[in-house]
């Protein structure tokens, strides 16, 4: 404490001015000025790291964004990858030499043969084996056959068959739901053509509507609605890949 020489009143030392006559003291206003100038230097040194602290920040910040980004890439890459995989897996192989090309050819018109019997019979079960004998063991196409539709109508709903009792389980994944999707969406659009329709047409309308409606949940405007998305006009054929994109989001209402 000291003694205000103005007043005579008791304040404290370090008081910049006396409380009650507003005297300036000294020792306090000299020594709140050194404290004020201080924390100014302060800030100030603060202030010049400000700079290199955002651009340490920017740097982690779009070194996250890199990472991110190619991980997408590579994600999306692996995606594709897979995706032709699967959609090659089962494609014929390409005949090139004049050898291959006679075998072939032999190959074909034996099969057309076996597949033209089966065909006389009904015999869709057969028309199947045939068909994906050639397509996924031997490799070799028959488009061209008289039969070819039918053939792979036959398999189609073969496969079919076999994926069904999928919906059975308590929850089906999405490898499973796309591919009934895929093969009840060919026999609903009748992608298989005149050649097949005298014994496919009957089946779509008793067997395959009724799944699409009552255990994947479709309604009839809703597959009216999808078939411009999904269906290549030129060739007739469910796209696949396109199907996936316009009905993933059903899939939760199957069983």
């Known amino acids: ?51 290199v602290k955002a ?28 995706e032709l ?22 190959y074909k018109e034996q099969t ?24 996924s063991v031997d490799r070799i196409s028959l488009w061209g056959d008289p039969h070819y539709e039918t053939g792979f109508a036959s398999s189609c709903y073969i496969k079919l068959k076999e994926s069904l009792p999928n919906l059975d389980k308590k ?11 895929y093969y009840c969406f060919y026999f609903y659009y009748r992608a298989y053509g005149d050649d ?3 014994l496919f047409d009957p089946i779509r309308e008793e067997e395959i509507i009724p799944i699409m409606t009552d255990r994947l949940g479709y309604t009839i405007k809703q597959m009216d609605d999808i078939k411009g998305n999904v269906m290549d ?5 469910v796209n696949r890949s396109d199907l996936y994109r316009a009905t993933k989001k059903y899939f939760k209402n199957y069983h």
């Open 85 to 106: 995989a699967r959609e090659m897996k089962d494609k014929p192989k390409d005949y090139l030499t004049n050898k291959d090309q006679v075998y072939a050819s032999a």
């Open 171 to 181: 929850k089906i994944d999405k490898k499973e739901a796309e591919e009934i999707t």
């Open 233 to 237: 006009p030129d060739q007739g054929r």
């Open 196 to 198: 097949a329709a005298e």
């Open 55 to 82: 651009l340490a920040k920017g740097i982690k910040k779009g070194t996250k964004v890199i990472f991110v980004t190619i991980a997408a890439i590579i994600i999306i890459a692996i995606a594709l990858a897979l």
């Open 112 to 135: 057309g043969k076996e597949l033209a019997a089966a065909y006389e019979d009904k015999d869709i079960q057969k028309m199947a084996e045939i068909f994906d004998k050639a397509y």
């Open 1 to 51: 404490m000291i003694i205000c020489p103005n007043c005579g009143a008791k304040i404290e030392d370090d008081i910049t001015k006396c409380p009650y006559c507003g005297y300036i003291n000294k020792e306090g206003a000299e020594k709140k000025y050194k404290e004020d100038l201080d924390q100014i230097r302060e800030n100030i040194e603060e202030t010049k790291k400000e700079p």
